[in-house]
């Protein structure tokens, strides 16, 4: 039953976007994106790319954590101005860390550093492109 609602309102979503023009928007975003990086000296795959990535995000969504755990990682970066050298540190959450036993937190650890070099290669990507943009 619950596939069959998903389904339904994954329609629902698609007639929405086409109701209120999304694709001629993104269209429209994407051909100037294109336009404005080439006289910038861009290369344009790139644009194409983080305009697809804003589309599927958008489209598919992504998790709220995350997004989250992106948009901490965004913050951090940007008051910073540059990549801090404790960032796992500020990013953890010492309370569960220190109770975890040896193990479990080089576990913690990986998950952790591969969450933040994800969000990172994400914030380099879209600063760039967002930078060249003049967004």
């Known amino acids: 039953m619950s596939a069959v609602k998903s389904i339904k309102s994954a329609a629902k979503e698609a007639k929405m976007r086409l109701k209120t023009r999304f694709w001629e928007d993104y269209k429209k975003d994407l051909e ?22 804003r589309v599927v995000k958008s489209v598919m969504g992504t998790s709220e954590e995350d997004e989250k755990f992106y948009s901490v990682v965004k913050e951090m970066l ?19 860390f220190y109770a975890l036993s040896y193990e479990n937190r080089e576990r913690y650890l990986f998950r952790l550093s591969d969450k933040y070099l994800t969000a990172l290669e994400r914030y380099d990507r879209e600063r760039g492109i967002e930078q060249c943009l003049g967004k």
């Open 32 to 53: 100037a994106g294109v336009k404005l990086a080439e006289e910038e000296g861009l290369a344009p795959p790139a644009v194409k790319s983080y305009f697809k990535n």
């Open 78 to 96: 940007d008051e910073a101005g540059e990549k801090p050298c404790d960032a796992l540190d500020r990013l953890m959450d010492k309370r569960l």
